[in-house]
């Protein structure tokens, strides 16, 4: 069973007995990770829309990428044809970073057997390994949908704001409050510390060794419990990333805030903070 990370040797190994999902994004061309699957993706991997299948509707108020209905995303699953004891893997372009939704959404519901490709589709590609461009057609099963677990929302953050570790995944600058370059106001949520989740990975896009990152971690976390830090960043998707590298260096149990700055923003009675 792998939970974390699977290297490209460990998937060329297993090909024909696991799960395959492709997860490339483009924030700012939704449907461009689409296009590049229909071109060419890993033999027998299926495509996860990062709008269509790894969010929900949105209201206004709840976030640039909410989560989706848990019955609807199960009903999702089971359309791929994906069972209990199933081993999956997820990939995206490179460093994980979207990869990483999935592989926590799953987790979200009980999915245990999840691990995303270390390096994703360039370090495959960069290997000279096989791709086609043949869609499967996956054979239905009924996916059973255990109660959601690891989620924090809005009004419990702002209930208990000076209580409580939360750490946003944005660049530096945003953060800060600096640039904000897609949503509509610029800062964070009061408190919050800063670890950028592209600082996880190294310059070819695989993650840092788990000794090395716990290190970086432990720096921020101090004396902080792993499993008692809410982790956010712009719509939901970064945050997945550090809850991912954090289980890498060996520190699990962290929630995720799902709505992040978006959806705080969306209600101009939640408190912000710059600098």
Not at 218 to 223: D, G, R
Request: proline fraction near 7%; charged fraction near 25%.
């Amino acid at each position: 069973m792998h939970t974390t990370l699977v290297s490209t040797q460990q998937l060329a190994a297993h090909l024909s007995e696991w799960r395959v999902f492709d997860c490339r994004h483009d924030l700012m061309k939704p449907a461009l990770g689409e296009q590049q699957y229909g071109e060419a993706h890993i033999p027998g991997a299926l495509f996860a829309h990062m709008e269509r299948d790894l969010s929900g509707p949105k209201s206004g108020k709840n976030g640039r990428h909410p989560l989706p209905d848990p019955a609807t995303f199960v009903a999702w699953l089971g359309k791929q044809g994906l069972k209990k004891d199933d081993q999956v893997v997820c990939y995206d372009a490179a460093n994980g970073s979207t990869a990483a939704r999935l592989w926590w959404m799953l987790r979200w519901v009980g999915h245990r057997n999840v691990a995303v490709l270390d390096g994703g589709i360039a370090k495959w590609l960069k290997e000279s390994r096989p791709v086609d461009a043949k869609v499967q057609q996956p054979k239905p099963t009924t996916y059973a949908l255990k109660q959601p677990s690891g989620t924090v929302d809005a009004r419990a953050i702002q209930a208990s704001l000076r209580n409580l570790f939360l750490l946003d995944a944005r660049a530096p600058v945003r953060w800060r409050g600096e640039q904000e370059p897609i949503d509509l106001v610029a800062g964070r949520i009061p408190g919050a510390r800063n670890r950028f989740n592209a600082d996880n990975v190294q310059q070819d896009g695989t993650f840092k060794p788990g000794s090395q990152l716990k290190t970086e971690f432990e720096a921020i976390l101090k004396n902080q419990e792993s499993g008692e830090v809410i982790h956010y960043c712009g719509s939901g998707v970064a945050a997945c990333h550090n809850l991912l590298a954090m289980e890498v260096a060996g520190l699990p149990g962290g929630k995720l805030y799902p709505g992040s700055w978006s959806e705080w923003i969306a209600d101009p009675s939640r408190p912000q903070e710059k600098g």
